[in-house]
């Protein structure tokens, strides 16, 4: 005799047609908090980083924040600039043997049923 299957759902589509499997949708995280604390465009953090950046002791000061070192303004505009024109893409140089040009083989395997 076959066993049950357990499953009350069909297999491939555990969730009715129409109904979302996650009807909360995704769950507020950390991204979510700073953007209802810094706003959408997040202008403050940004002239903050500018600030750094430049170096601007007086409008740092206002804010509350002591002058940066230079790793810190560093890493301001790494920050900056990778929030504001994105990672520079990476690339990976793929060569075949002896720095040669890289081959491709593709073949088709046939089995033989019996």
Sequence with gaps: MPAQNSRT???????AKGKSGNPGGRP????????????KDAEQIAA?????IAGDELFLGNMGYEAPSNRERLEAMEMF?????????QSVELTGEGGGPLVTRIERVIIDPA
């Design 81 to 89: 600039l990778n929030r504001g024109w994105g990672k520079a893409p």
């Design 9 to 15: 759902t069909p297999k491939g589509r555990p969730f």
């Design 28 to 39: 507020k995280g950390i991204a979510a908090s700073f953007q209802l604390h810094a706003g």
């Design 48 to 52: 903050i980083l500018w600030a750094m």
